[in-house]
């Protein structure tokens, strides 16, 4: 693990602190004497006091009356204001606050690295998290010895043969320890958690230590690469006698686009969103040097590490989502002024296996309401892609099906529902042929579920109505199940539903969970036998098949809860 880098901030907390921690020692001695000693000697190493002949700069006052809610204010100081992050003596003055405050931390550095180094002394070794399998991969990451960042590694997953050999293995090695190749809860488990179209097997093994283990993404590199290139063009600007404009590419076209200012000297740098196609092919990530939470994108093969676009884009958000058959990029975009992500683009990368070049980045959407802020996103299928616009009261979720034949336009948007003001839509799901969307409004506060097909998303059916003791806070769809997390007498409880294959009595019988069952395996056989009794009623009555529906729900009971 890397050493510690403390901001001024960090810096000062650590110093206040220090004093707090003598002062209380300080009080807590008998004798008066010794608490003046102890007061006078540690509390002094922890003050910091300017070195003799250095002053802090001062600000000029240029007063300037401003009309607000509360009435006329006057502001002495809203010259310092810059959105554009490049008028020269803004910069000029915040460099020399950052001068003074090096000048006066620089005799408690050495507290303040005893401090860094006895915190991180306290962190515990980061152990190998547990892989994530996505695709063909499992997805894991790991913190290396010195390094800053968490690099993201990867294994490709076993092939079903050598999964089956595992399992054979492990079942002989269970019998001859145990008697018994399996326990009844695993065979419970099992049932429960069969594999869908998919998805994964319940016993299924996680990547072989055999298999070659591969990098998707070394942040510590490409922040290394991007300093070095800042450094260059920092240098090369003050050569020239210009100002760099701090975005580490030379695809920025002013310094308002990327934060602006030169930040060689802080070597700040962050790498946000890596998101990888879904052939495995290409990794995409921001990075920042500026501070500004505006990234460049770029995207790389991960086989050789070769950089597909000819030039990193700025002014992004973090945002990036693939396109289905990862010949292309959908992102986000800042605005120079306000910093708000308010564009969407897509920029076509031809296909990953190929050496195609790029095509220009094509304006998606752009959200012209400064109230609003965009957000990028994919349905838990991973079928249609999700850009939604929020204010404080308001939000709207716009929709596209990835899997159109046609590229990708400006008029592929699909709406669910208008925008209307205090109104939050949210898109929790697709399941099928259906969409799932959460809605609240000053006449459904607490949310209520709403279901469309995907064919047309403005016909809504009310799914989970509003309830007034009940907020419902979360919902999550999966293959089989509906699961809702919801808020009452200030719990949460997480509340499954089963999500039928048809609206026949006895699917519902089959989704039922009873409550009161002390175990799965009472859970199980408690609802195979109501199948069972389903079915045998049904086709003694023989009731006209019922169309398939996922409002259905609403004649379930509710299922197995349980307080988190």
Not at 39 to 56: F, K, R
Not at 57 to 83: I, K, M, N, Q, Y
Not at 456 to 483: G, K, M, N, S, Y
Not at 531 to 558: C, W
């Amino acid at each position: 693990m890397g050493p510690l880098q403390l901001p001024r901030t960090t810096l000062t907390v650590l110093l206040l602190s220090c004093i707090v921690f003598t002062l209380a020692t300080a009080s807590s001695l008998p004798g008066s004497n010794d608490q003046e000693k102890l007061s006078q000697t540690d509390a002094s190493y922890c003050i910091a006091t300017p070195p003799t002949g250095v002053q802090p700069p001062v600000a000029t006052r240029r007063p300037r009356t401003l009309s607000t809610a509360a009435g006329r204010v006057v502001d002495e100081f809203h010259w310092l204001r810059d959105d554009s992050h490049s008028d020269p003596e803004v910069l000029g003055y915040l460099t020399a606050e950052n001068a003074y405050s090096d000048a006066v931390l620089a005799q408690v550095q050495p507290l303040a690295a005893q401090l860094a180094a006895e915190m991180e002394g306290r962190l515990d070794k980061p152990n190998d998290p547990v892989p994530v399998r996505q695709g063909a991969w499992w997805y894991y990451e790991r913190q290396e010895e010195g390094q800053r960042f968490w690099l993201r590694y990867r294994r490709p997953a076993q092939p079903a043969q050598q999964q089956q050999q595992h399992k054979e293995g492990n079942n002989k090695l269970t019998a001859g320890r145990t008697g018994a190749t399996t326990t009844k809860h695993a065979d419970v488990a099992k049932e429960q958690h069969a594999a869908g179209v998919g998805s994964l097997a319940w016993d299924e093994v996680g990547p072989s230590p055999d298999t070659p283990e591969e990098v998707v993404l070394d942040p510590n590199a490409e922040c290394e690469h991007a300093l070095a290139v800042l450094a260059v063009e920092a240098h090369s600007s003050s050569m020239h006698g210009t100002t760099s404009d701090g975005s580490g590419s030379s695809g920025s076209s002013s310094s308002s686009s990327s934060g602006g200012g030169s930040n060689a000297d802080a070597e700040h740098c962050d790498v946000y969103g890596s998101s990888v196609s879904p052939d495995g092919a290409l990794v995409a990530f921001g990075v920042d040097v500026s501070g500004s939470e505006q990234y460049q994108l770029l995207v790389r093969r991960i086989s050789s590490g070769r950089t597909v676009l000819p030039a990193p884009l700025p002014g992004t958000s973090g945002d990036y989502e693939w396109a289905a058959d990862s010949a292309g990029l959908f992102y986000l975009t800042r605005d120079s002024t306000t910093n708000r992500p308010w564009q969407g683009w897509y920029i076509g990368l031809g296909n990953s296996s190929s050496s195609g070049g790029t095509a220009a980045p094509l304006l998606l959407w752009q959200e012209d309401n400064p109230a609003f802020y965009l957000s990028l996103s994919r349905s838990s299928s991973g079928r249609f892609l999700l850009l939604s616009g929020a204010s404080e009261v308001t939000r709207q979720v716009l929709l596209m099906d990835l899997q159109q034949q046609a590229p990708p336009s400006a008029d592929a948007w699909l709406a669910p529902a208008p925008r209307v003001h205090g109104v939050q839509q949210q898109v929790v799901g697709h399941w099928q042929s259906w969409l799932f969307l959460l809605v609240v409004s000053p006449d459904t506060p607490n949310g209520q579920l709403l279901v469309a097909p995907v064919h047309a998303p403005q016909q809504h059916t009310v799914l989970l109505p509003h309830r007034r003791e009940v907020e419902l806070e979360d919902v999550r769809i999966f293959a089989h199940h509906l699961v809702l997390a919801e808020r009452q007498l200030g719990h949460t409880t997480i509340t499954v539903y089963c999500l039928p294959a048809s609206s026949s009595a006895a699917d519902v019988a089959a989704c039922r969970y009873n409550s009161t069952a002390a175990s799965a395996a009472e859970a199980v056989a408690e609802a195979q036998e109501a199948r069972a009794a389903a079915e045998q009623k049904q086709q003694q009555q023989q009731p006209q098949q019922q169309q398939e529906h996922p409002a259905s729900l609403q004649r379930q009971p509710n299922l197995r809860s349980a307080s988190s």
